[in-house]
């Protein structure tokens, strides 16, 4: 397969569904939001940006499987698998803050191959394809060489609902508000990792976060040169639902603060 050649695709179809979600958002009415569950809410725009891409996708790879948010479709391909956040910050977008995002992942034989993170209000494509850089905007990027936590500025997500481990995590948070330049908290993950990705965020950590969510942006990490790990230091960052994603120098010091406020 010519992995350059679908992101490019992939691309294309983002910035169509980029389009859409623009248009909704100047006259979008919050009274046609529903709730999935606490705190988790869904519009209509969320659900036919996802039928969009869906059906532009499935021209590009007809054999592939989908992993979408919505559950507009939900199937396993063979082979490839498209993951799909069609957007990510719902809650910024219901409430008119201008931070949302399109995240979109091809895994192959369960490995990410293609990454495109389409952060909409600034029009900023970040995307990579295995065997190339990851770029934004057709620059290449690179995580930030920043070596100690002292000269970094981190991002996080705060939960949401299953706050059984709030207290844990705002000792975290203490700790890293201490030890860094601050902490910011954007609203969107996928955001988020773009942004570790090209250097603008020294680390991004969170957990409670679903596949959709994370696994463009960590796919774009890990080609800038960067390392996704779970709060334990292993790779399994899918399936744990943790993820903490770096520049590849400040690994230990975070995960020791992890350690220390997440100790049973």
Request: hydrophobic share 40%; net charge negative.
């Amino acid at each position: 397969m010519n992995y350059e050649l679908i992101c490019s695709k992939v691309i294309a179809v983002t910035r169509l569904t980029g389009n859409f979600i623009r248009k909704e958002s100047m006259n979008f009415d919050a009274g046609a939001v529903e709730f999935k569950g606490l705190n988790d809410m869904v519009s209509y725009v969320d659900k036919n940006a996802e039928k969009l891409l869906v059906r532009n996708l499935a021209k590009l790879i007809p054999e592939a499987g989908f992993t979408t948010e919505e559950e507009t479709i939900n199937s396993k391909g063979a082979v490839y698998n498209w993951i799909i956040d069609p957007l990510d910050g719902t809650t910024n977008f219901i409430h008119g803050v201008p931070t949302y995002s399109i995240s979109i992942a091809l895994y192959e034989e369960d490995k990410p191959v293609v990454g495109v993170v389409y952060e909409i209000n600034r029009g900023e494509m970040f995307y990579s394809y295995k065997g190339g850089d990851a770029y934004l905007n057709n620059k290449v990027i690179k995580v930030s060489s920043r070596p100690g936590l002292s000269d970094c500025l981190l991002a996080t997500g705060f939960p949401y609902y299953q706050f059984e481990k709030q207290a844990q995590y705002m000792q975290l948070l203490s700790e890293m508000m201490q030890k860094t330049h601050g902490l910011r908290r954007i609203g969107s993950a996928a955001v988020d990792l773009a942004y570790v990705a090209c250097g603008r965020f020294d680390a991004f950590f969170e957990y409670n976060l679903n596949a959709w969510d994370v696994a463009a942006g960590a796919f774009l990490v890990q080609q800038a040169g960067g390392n996704i790990l779970n709060f334990a230091g292993g790779d399994e960052f899918l399936e744990t639902r943790e993820i903490l994603a770096t520049n590849g120098l400040i690994d230990g010091e975070i995960l020791e603060a992890i350690k220390r406020s997440f100790k049973s």
